[in-house]
Every structure is written in structure tokens, then in C-alpha cells.
């Protein structure tokens, strides 16, 4: 009997065959992950139009076969499960014929750039009987972050009263624009916050304070990004693109009897002509390797037994709903609503692991 005859889960089948769709930065990232740290799982496919990076990545995952378009990797029976690494845009015309295979998906942060298209590709999932999308918000598989969430559900230190985050990038690229501070930026807080939280985001406000002369000349920063959770926590986050020195992403929790901080500076500390230093992390993928290395390894377990281990595609749409709110915060004074339908009881009934247990 071929691998082909067996369904996925199956005790049979060994490494889960794994398509990457898109081998910019992020899914070259992915495929050696996959190739080099993680278990249980091979790169068999890499999906990317771009013959230069389509050939970069197979470099680093030997066997794994080329394909320009995913529908080519499932005619070719080449692929068990699918990790989608392309820019949002392009995440609904991979996202819905991979759910009419039936595959397992992690898809990277968003699910896509919009309710309207999420909520489709919701449908589309519904459709399947299962529940096959995780999307790709490893904030949640970071160990300090899960250990504050579990310090705020114990109450140890009194209930949560307020929030405070800071997401800072040295610099961006030209081709960051002023939405991508709430899209590709903030996105990630409108996933954790109410993680953290245990609770609902009820509305958003940003607000402008003096702009960085550093800033690149088309940009308006750095932005304070207003939550008001339906629990009552106050949440701020510190958005900033331009702030030089590295990349930053940090939390300070305020409760009733303390006060809890994740994301310091850690390592080597010196002491040197009167001065102290410690090392900070210059991008995200030295901040966050622990957690996308856990992330991966708990999609791929979960997805051998037929299930996520992460943020779902109702996740997903809410924090589409947040991005398109707080978008709407950047050209608006004052708090906006945000409008979220009942949750679907395909989601609603359905008992997912928040994250791996780290």
C-alpha cells in the first residue's frame, strides 16, 4: 500500500509531507526549519513562481520538488499538508484549494487582509467537516508569553487591570506603508492581547504623538495603538518603526498586587569603560526562533492526528476584523468598534489547544 492510500494521522505513514507556498524570507525560514530542527515532517514541495527563490529554497531542502502553483503540487499527489508563507494578499487563492484537497494548513499571520475574504475562506473550511487551518501567530508558542498568560488565569497577583506593549523596529523598508502598521505590525497584538487576556477586543483608537525625524518621509510614526477589552483591561501599544537600535517586542502586565514583564533584553551582560550593555535582538527571527521552532513542531503533531495546536480560522477572522478597525483608527480621532458576527458553532463547539505546551 503507497502513502497515497493512507490518510494523514495514519500510524503507517512517517514524515508528513510538507508543501511550502512561497520562498521569500519567511518560507525559506520555514523550509530549513522543517529540513534541519523539527520532527516528523519533510519539505516535498516548494511553491514559488520566482524561479531564483524557488531554486534558493529546494537548496536547502533536498528531494523537495519544484511547482509555480500549488494546484500543480496537488494534481502531482506531492503533499500531505501545506504551510502557506506568501504575503496575505495571496492567502485566499492558496487557503481554499488547499481545504478542497483536505489538507492541513498553517498559514502564516493573517489569514488574509480582510473580514469579507476570511470570512469566505471560513466558509470554505466549514465545508470540509474539519478543522484544518492554524494560522501562524507564534506569539503564542513563545514561552515568556505563556507564562504570563498563565500568571494572569491564576490570579496570583490579583486580577489584570492594564496592559502595556511596545513593538519597535530599527527600520522598514520603502515598501512599508502606513496601513502595514496596523496590518503587518499591530496584527500581531490584536491576536495576543485578548490571549493573554481572556477576553474580546471592544474597540480601537490610535493615536499620534511627535513624528521621528527618522521616519521614512511617507510614513506617520510612531503610532499608539488604544484597546478597550470587553473584560475592562486598558491595553497600549507602542508602535514604532524607526527606532534604530533593533528589534524589540515587549509586554509589561499591571494587576492588582504587581507587575509582570516579558520581552527584556537577555544574555551577556557587560560592564566596560563605565558603561553597561546587553545585547537586543536585531529582527524578529532571532526574538521569536523558540516559538516558530514549537509552533511548527505542534502543527505538524496536531496535524498527523487530524487536528490544529494554535490560533484557529475564526482566530484568524477576528484579528481581519481588528486590522480592518484599527486601519480605520489610523484616518479616525477617537475609539472604533469593532463589529464581530456570533461566533459559528463549527468554531464555537470546538475545544483547540491555545498553544503547544512550551
Not at 320 to 345: F, I, M, N
Request: glycine fraction near 8%; aromatic fraction near 6%; charge should be negative.
Amino acid at each position: 500500500m503507497s502513502t497515497a492510500d493512507l490518510s494523514v494521522g495514519d500510524p503507517r505513514v512517517g514524515d508528513l509531507r510538507v508543501g511550502v507556498v512561497g520562498a521569500g524570507a519567511m518560507g525559506a525560514d520555514h523550509v530549513r526549519r522543517i529540513s534541519r530542527t523539527i520532527t516528523g515532517a519533510t519539505v516535498s514541495a516548494v511553491v514559488e513562481p520566482d524561479a531564483g527563490r524557488r531554486a534558493t529554497a529546494i537548496e536547502l531542502a533536498p528531494g523537495a520538488t519544484g511547482y509555480v502553483r500549488l494546484e500543480d503540487a496537488l494534481a502531482a499527489g506531492a503533499v500531505d499538508a501545506v504551510l502557506i508563507a506568501t504575503p496575505g494578499r495571496f492567502h485566499e487563492p492558496v487557503l481554499l484549494p488547499a481545504l478542497d484537497a483536505g489538507l492541513p494548513i498553517l498559514c502564516e499571520k493573517p489569514l488574509t487582509q480582510d473580514p469579507e475574504s476570511s470570512w469566505r475562506v471560513l466558509e470554505a473550511e466549514q465545508a470540509t467537516g474539519k478543522h484544518l487551518i492554524q494560522v501562524g501567530f507564534m506569539r503564542r508558542f513563545d514561552r515568556e508569553y505563556a507564562l504570563l498568560r498563565d500568571l494572569i488565569a491564576e490570579k496570583s497577583a490579583g486580577e489584570l487591570l492594564m496592559l502595556h506593549a511596545a513593538h519597535r523596529n530599527a527600520t522598514v523598508p520603502d515598501s512599508y506603508t502606513q496601513d502595514m502598521l496596523i496590518t503587518d505590525s499591530v496584527v500581531h497584538e490584536f491576536d495576543v492581547v485578548p490571549w493573554l487576556a481572556g477576553s474580546t477586543i471592544r474597540t480601537v483608537e490610535v493615536r499620534y504623538g511627535r513624528r521621528n525625524r527618522l521616519t521614512p518621509a511617507h510614513l506617520r510614526e510612531p503610532i499608539l495603538v488604544l484597546m478597550e477589552l470587553d473584560n475592562g483591561v486598558l491595553v497600549d501599544v507602542e508602535m514604532n518603526v524607526s527606532v534604530q537600535f533593533g528589534y524589540q517586542v515587549a509586554t509589561e502586565a499591571v494587576f492588582e498586587k504587581g507587575i509582570a514583564r516579558i520581552g527584556q533584553p537577555s544574555g551577556l551582560q557587560l560592564w566596560q569603560d563605565a558603561t553597561f550593555r546587553i545585547g537586543d535582538h536585531a529582527d524578529f527571527t532571532t526574538r521569536f526562533r523558540e516559538a516558530y521552532d514549537l509552533q511548527v513542531q505542534a502543527w505538524v503533531d496536531a496535524a498527523k492526528q487530524g487536528a490544529i495546536a494554535g490560533p484557529s480560522a475564526w482566530d484568524g477572522f477576528k484579528v481581519a476584523v481588528a486590522c480592518q478597525a484599527g486601519v480605520a483608527a489610523l484616518k479616525t480621532a477617537g475609539p472604533v468598534a469593532l463589529d464581530l458576527p456570533p461566533v459559528p458553532s463549527f468554531y464555537a463547539d470546538a475545544a483547540h489547544p491555545a498553544a503547544a505546551t512550551v
